[in-house]
Nanobody
Framework: QLQLVESGGGLVQPGGSLRLSCAASGHTLDYYAIGWFRQVPRKEREGVSC?????????FYSDSVKGRFTISRDNAKNTVILQMNSLKPEDTAVYYCAVDTSGMCAGEYEYWGQGTQVTVSS
C-alpha cells in the first residue's frame, strides 16, 4: 500500500523560503504523477503544482505560485520536493501531496498524505 508523508512545513516570515518533502513508501513514485495542493479553512482545496511521471517530465504550476515555487523529484529517496521561495501571507495553508497513478496530472489523485502546515507571518 502506497503511503505518503509530507514534512518541512512551519512558520516563516514573508519573503522567506520553505522546502516541503513528500516521501513515499510501499511503491516507487517513478511512474506516478505527484501533485501538491493546499487548503485553508472554509476555502476549496487549490492545486499548486504537479509533476508527471519520469517518462514525460512535464511540470505545472498554478498562476499564484509560478516563478516562486519549484517542484522536483529525488528518485533516490522516492521523494518529491516543493521548494517555496518568496513566500507571502496568502501562501499560508495546509499543504498536501497526492499521487495520480495515471502518471499524467490528470486530476484523479488516489493517494494523499496527511498534510503539513505552512504559516507565513511576521
Amino acid at each position: 500500500q502506497l503511503q505518503l508523508v509530507e514534512s518541512g512545513g512551519g512558520l516563516v516570515q514573508p519573503g522567506g523560503s520553505l522546502r516541503l518533502s513528500c516521501a513515499a513508501s510501499g511503491h516507487t513514485l517513478d511512474y506516478y504523477a505527484i501533485g501538491w495542493f493546499r487548503q485553508v479553512p472554509r476555502k476549496e482545496r487549490e492545486g499548486v503544482s504537479c509533476i508527471t511521471s519520469d517518462g514525460t517530465g512535464n511540470i505545472f504550476y498554478s498562476d499564484s505560485v509560478k516563478g516562486r515555487f519549484t517542484i522536483s523529484r529525488d528518485n533516490a529517496k522516492n521523494t518529491v520536493i516543493l521548494q517555496m521561495n518568496s513566500l507571502k501571507p496568502e501562501d499560508t495553508a495546509v499543504y498536501y501531496c497526492a499521487v495520480d497513478t495515471s502518471g499524467m496530472c490528470a486530476g484523479e489523485y488516489e493517494y494523499w498524505g496527511q498534510g503539513t502546515q505552512v504559516t507565513v507571518s511576521s
